[in-house]
T-cell receptor, first 111, second 113 residues
Framework: GQQVMQIPQYQHVQEGEDFTTYCNSS?????IQWYKQRPGGHPVFLIQ?????EVKKQKRLTFQFGEAKKNSSLHITATQTTDVGTYFC???????????FGSGTKLNVKP | EAQVTQNPRYLITVTGKKLTVTCSQN?????MSWYRQDPGLGLRQIYY???????DKGDVPEGYKVSRKEKRNFPLILESPSPNQTSLYFC????????????FGSGTRLTVV
């Protein structure tokens, strides 16, 4: 099936440092959704990107969709301990009602 | 409050003893899905349903059954659980039909001994 590759698998940062996770595909993505899963919790929807080159911001989080719609990134500026968790991207193909999740990036933030 | 409710949150059972994990959503969502989450493997889809009486296999359906008799409920059935089904399970729902994001349940941690 469709594969969305997500890197890195793990990232350890000092509080205040920046963090970026990437989702890549060999084919054009219909759209991308991003989710966050806190330790011991469940994935929670963050945002959806649909248009080529789209950039959206949520406070310290910046989400980008590549011009060719083959990649996406989530960047966190000046991480805080509340950012700890696993971040997943997912391609959603509505015509097939299929969600293709990346393997996730686990972020640890040291205070 | 809009939510997906899963029960139980934790379950320890023995090999071969049939069990059901319930899932209910109050958002009138058409699309519902079950995932299992294992370390290093991310979220893998077990089964999904696009509407009442319409279900289909996901990526890892072996050993599982589902039903969708009502729009709000989507139970996951393990007829004869085995230790390799020890995992964290999530139910999720979305609008379907061309829009929406997933709302996930809180998860069910299943241990099969």
């Amino acid at each position: 099936g469709q594969q969305v590759m997500q890197i890195p698998q793990y990232q350890h940062v000092q509080e205040g440092e920046d963090f970026t996770t990437y989702c890549n595909s060999s084919t054009t993505l219909s759209n991308i959704q991003w989710y966050k899963q806190r330790p011991g919790g469940h994935p929670v929807f963050l945002i959806q990107l649909v248009k080529s080159g789209e950039v959206k911001k949520q406070k310290r989080l910046t989400f980008q969709f590549g011009e060719a719609k083959k990649n996406s990134s989530l960047h966190i500026t000046a991480t805080q301990t509340t950012d700890v968790g696993t971040y997943f991207c997912a391609e959603v193909r509505y015509n097939f009602n299929k969600f293709y999740f990346g393997s996730g990036t686990k972020l640890n933030v040291k205070p | 409050e809009a939510q997906v409710t899963q029960n139980p949150r934790y379950l320890i059972t023995v090999t071969g003893k049939k069990l059901t994990v319930t899932c209910s959503q109050n958002m009138n969502h058409e699309y519902m899905s079950w995932y299992r989450q294992d370390p290093g493997l991310g979220l893998r889809q077990i089964y999904y349903s696009m509407n009442v009486e319409v279900t289909d296999k996901g990526d890892v359906p072996e050993g599982y059954k589902v039903s969708r008799k009502e729009k709000r409920n989507f139970p996951l059935i393990l007829e004869s659980p085995s230790p390799n089904q020890t995992s964290l399970y999530f139910c999720a729902s979305s609008l379907g039909g061309g829009g929406g994001s997933y709302t996930f349940g809180s998860g069910t941690r299943l241990t099969v001994v």
